[in-house]
Nanobody, 122 residues
Framework: QVQLVESGGGSVQAGGSLRLSCAAS????????MGWFRQAPGKEREFVAR????????YYADSAKGRFSISRDNAKNTVYLQMNDLKPEDTAVYYC???????????????WGQGTQVTVSS
């Protein structure tokens, strides 16, 4: 099993920045990639970003490109999501997830964190 704990959420005004963290523990050797997702009230959960462990290859949802950056600290078993130029439509609960496959995908992740709230006011 893998346990994931997110942190770093909060409230910020439009144009501001936040950095989310996701600390992994347990059988972390089984993780091949990590992703960030979000779910706004009344909406389905959507993919935000993904990073592959082997080569740090990252890709993003169109809504995140140019504003968000996903990165990883191997020593800390932690993945980050740096979010800049935040907009009210970025308001959501943000979840990190771990994937045991290296195949780039937006669904089917194996482990999930509990989520952290991000609120962006105009």
């Amino acid at each position: 099993q893998v346990q994931l704990v997110e942190s770093g959420g909060g409230s910020v005004q439009a144009g501001g920045s936040l950095r989310l963290s996701c600390a992994a523990s347990g059988r972390t050797f089984s993780i091949s990639a990590m992703g960030w997702f979000r779910q706004a009230p009344g909406k389905e959960r959507e993919f935000v970003a993904r990073i592959r462990y082997s080569d740090r290859n990252a890709y993003y949802a169109d809504s995140a490109k140019g504003r968000f950056s996903i990165s990883r600290d191997n020593a800390k078993n932690t993945v980050y999501l740096q979010m800049n130029d935040l907009k009210p439509e970025d308001t959501a609960v943000y979840y990190c997830a771990a994937d045991r496959t290296t195949i780039p995908r937006n669904v089917g992740y194996d482990y999930w964190g509990q989520g952290t709230q991000v609120t962006v006011s105009s």
